[in-house]
């Protein structure tokens, strides 16, 4: 199937019993293992649900979400920290509710071709509507493989804890040795549209 084509024809679907997963593969074993054998029992136990990217009867990808909550005090961000406490009048010791992807991949018949930034800028936007409409949340975490760090740092502009600057300065060393190594980043969901 054509990229462009997928980028114009996919669909999000809830995640329900009828999707065939057979086919889906990824890069990194654990995420199609976590939609083959995972998902659909974390979404009935309403721990995470997840919506398979279809395009034609296809699944090429998929996302995962649930609630997280962030200490303000663990952000490397001092700017975006410092502004929500003046903002809401809190200390940084405040919890402040978030959104967490536990999961996002594509197919990897269709990946590093740009549909994974593309369907990622939805999620994200859907995520903002949520924010606006239905619930209140500030941030937008995601524990990233060491192998996805720059797509959602570089690409998506989300921040990493300043407890990790350390490993942040040996990534291409940490994904030569341990590349299923995990990154908790974070983007303030005011960000999205900038």
Known sequence: MDIEYIKDNY????????????????????LAKFLK??????QNM????????????????????????MKLRILEDKETKDKI??????SENNVIPAIKIGRFAIDKRYAHNGLGKHVF??????????????????????????????FYVEKHKFKYLKKDQK????????????????????KDIKSILK
């Open 85 to 90: 406490c003046s903002k809401l009048n809190i």
């Open 46 to 69: 309403n721990l995470s649900l997840t919506h398979v990217v279809i395009c034609d009867g296809i699944v090429v990808g998929y996302v995962s979400i649930l609630t997280d909550a």
């Open 37 to 42: 054998e995972d998902a659909w029992n974390q």
């Open 167 to 186: 490993d942040v300065d040996s990534l291409n060393k940490i994904i030569k040795i341990d590349p299923e190594r995990s990154f908790s980043l974070y």
């Open 11 to 30: 669909i999000f679907e809830k995640l329900n019993e009828n999707h065939n997963l057979d086919d889906f593969e990824c890069e990194i074993e654990d």
């Open 121 to 150: 800028r939805n999620v994200m936007l859907s995520i903002l509507d949520i924010s606006e409409n239905i619930v209140g949340l500030r941030f937008i975490t995601v524990d990233a493989y060491a192998t996805a760090f720059g």
